[in-house]
């Protein structure tokens, strides 16, 4: 992969200085991992609709989606978008709350620890935990790379 253009490094690293900036400036208003990952459980299912959505979005359309209206025009957008509102509406009224209650239950924070304490795995827990870096680390390469291509 080529190395990134002096303007995108320098973008990259303003929003992790900005990013490690704010999480040094409110660590203390997390006193837990159970306070940052999940605020104590206190958030309503609709926000996690709305998180959920926001975090989707950024991943999904701003890295798949710009090579998609690269590759055939801006329209193509349409599918990510709707898979957003329909997919993530349908994944919280289907799976949300019962998600949610199991999560409470067993105490578990994070899918990959949800997954691993329902079937008593911790090696289940690691190989999702590294699936989900593996693929963090693949997708944006291979959406840039089909971008700049144009095909």
Known sequence: MPPLPLDT???????LAASLAIGVAVKDKAASLK?????HRSM???MLAFTFGATYFSSVVMIVGSSWAYA???LSLVIPLANIAIGALLAFIVVGERVNKLGRMLDALTIPELV????GDKGLQRLLR???LYRATTIPRYSGWRGSSGA
Do not use: C, I
């Open 130 to 132: 590294y699936h989900g």
């Open 9 to 15: 490094s320098s973008v990259v690293a303003a929003y």
């Open 44 to 46: 309503r299912d609709w």
């Open 35 to 39: 306070g940052f990952l999940v605020a």
């Open 116 to 119: 691993a304490r329902l079937h």
């Open 72 to 74: 055939w025009g801006p």
